[in-house]
C-alpha cells in the first residue's frame, strides 16, 4: 500500500489530469500512474483514447523510471501510438518522493489523427502556383511598410493598433530613417494600419520622441 503523503500526491495529481483533460478535450488523454505497484500502475486515465483502463500494468517508461532515479523527470513530445494504429504525441512527467525514487508519474498522450488530416488540409489549400504575370494588389511598398509596423509592435509586444503616443512617434522617425515614408502613398497606409487618421500620423512625423508619454 502507497505510504499516506504518496497517496495524497497521487489523489493531487487525479485533480491535475482532470483539469488537463478537460482542458484539451478530445484530443488528450491524461493518465497518472503509482509507481509503487507496477503490476497495477493505472490509478486513473481520464478522456480515455487508449482503450485502456484502471488497474493496468506500468509501460516501459514506467518500468524505466522504477528501476533508476536517474531517469529523466520529463520526457516531452516524444511519438507514440495507440494499439489501433493512431498516430500519439507523448509527454511523460515522473514525480520523486522525498528519498529521491520515483513514485508516480502523469503521462499525457494526444492524438495526432485529426491534427495531422488538418495539416494536410491545410498544406493543399495553401498551395500557390506561379502565375503567367507578377500580380500586386497594393501600392508597391506598402507590404514593405505594414510589415516594418508589424515588426516594431512585435518588438515591444503588443500590436500596431495598441502602440501608445510615445512608440508612434518612435516608429514614424524609424520609418523615416529608413526611406520608407518616401514611399507613395506611405502616410495613408502608416494611418491604415496604425488606426489613426492621415493627420495624427503627420503629426506624428513632425515630433521628437521623447519621455512624455501621455496617451
Known amino acids: 500500500m502507497s505510504k499516506p503523503e504518496n497517496r495524497a500526491l497521487l489523489d493531487q495529481l487525479d485533480t491535475i ?3 488537463i483533460s478537460e482542458t484539451f478535450a478530445p484530443f488528450c488523454e491524461v ?4 509507481l509503487e505497484h507496477p503490476q497495477h500502475a493505472i490509478i486513473s486515465i481520464r478522456n ?3 482503450g485502456r483502463h484502471v488497474g493496468q500494468a506500468a509501460t516501459e517508461m514506467g518500468l524505466a523510471r522504477i528501476a533508476s532515479p536517474d531517469f529523466p523527470a520529463v520526457i516531452a513530445n516524444y511519438a507514440n501510438q495507440f494499439a489501433d494504429g493512431r498516430p500519439v504525441k507523448s509527454t511523460s512527467i515522473g514525480l520523486k518522493d522525498a ?7 502523469l503521462c499525457l498522450n494526444l492524438d495526432m489523427t485529426l491534427f495531422r488530416g488538418m495539416q494536410s ?3 493543399r489549400f495553401t498551395e500557390t502556383t506561379a502565375g503567367p504575370v507578377e500580380e500586386h494588389f497594393e501600392p508597391a511598398g506598402s507590404a514593405a511598410i505594414r510589415l516594418r509596423i ?3 509592435a512585435a518588438g515591444l509586444a503588443t500590436t500596431p493598433r495598441a502602440l501608445k503616443t510615445l512608440e508612434r512617434i518612435e516608429l514614424l522617425q524609424a520609418l523615416k530613417k529608413e526611406g520608407l515614408l518616401e514611399i507613395r502613398k506611405s502616410m495613408e497606409t502608416v494611418a491604415q494600419h496604425l488606426g489613426v487618421s492621415r493627420a495624427s500620423v503627420y503629426l506624428y512625423a513632425k515630433q521628437q520622441p521623447t519621455t512624455d508619454d501621455t496617451a
Not at 528519498?99 to 508519474?105: E, I, T
Open 31 to 34: 493518465v497518472v500512474h503509482d
Open 99 to 105: 528519498s529521491g525514487n520515483y513514485v508516480a508519474a
Open 150 to 152: 508589424d515588426q516594431f
Open 17 to 19: 489530469a482532470l483539469g
Open 48 to 50: 480515455n483514447l487508449s
Open 121 to 123: 488540409a491545410l498544406t
